[in-house]
Nanobody, 124 residues
Framework: QVQLVESGGGLVQAGDSLRLSCTASGRAFGMRAMGWFRQAPGKEREFVAAITGNGGSTYYADSVKGRFTISRDNAKNTVYLQMNSLKPEDRAVYYC?????????????????WGQGTQVTVSS
């Protein structure tokens, strides 16, 4: 079982930027897609962004497209989420996740490992 550890969350103002990082333990990191999800209070966990095992393709939720960028460094077993132009509605706990295969999907069941989450709070 892989361990995923997120970092980089915090409290920012609307319009600010944050970069989240997620480092994975174990080998064969580059063989699996990686994703970021988020969960706001009282809401279900939702897809944010995902990236293929080799970083060649990325996918985004419509709500973050053009503002967030997912990337990965397979040499460091790390995936990133650069979040720009943050809005109050981006407030949530953000989770890093490992896909079951090389190509990512947007469904929670398609990911088999999850980090502990990192809080992002955006004030207006």
């Amino acid at each position: 079982q892989v361990q995923l550890v997120e970092s980089g969350g915090g409290l920012v103002q609307a319009g600010d930027s944050l970069r989240l990082s997620c480092t994975a333990s174990g080998r064969a990191f580059g063989m699996r897609a990686m994703g970021w999800f988020r969960q706001a209070p009282g809401k279900e966990r939702e897809f944010v962004a995902a990236i293929t095992g080799n970083g060649g393709s990325t996918y985004y939720a419509d709500s973050v497209k053009g503002r967030f960028t997912i990337s990965r460094d397979n040499a460091k077993n790390t995936v990133y989420l650069q979040m720009n132009s943050l809005k109050p509605e981006d407030r949530a706990v953000y989770y890093c996740s490992r896909g079951r295969g090389f190509s990512p999907t947007m469904g929670v069941p398609d990911y088999d490992s999850w980090g502990q989450g990192t809080q992002v709070t955006v004030s207006s």
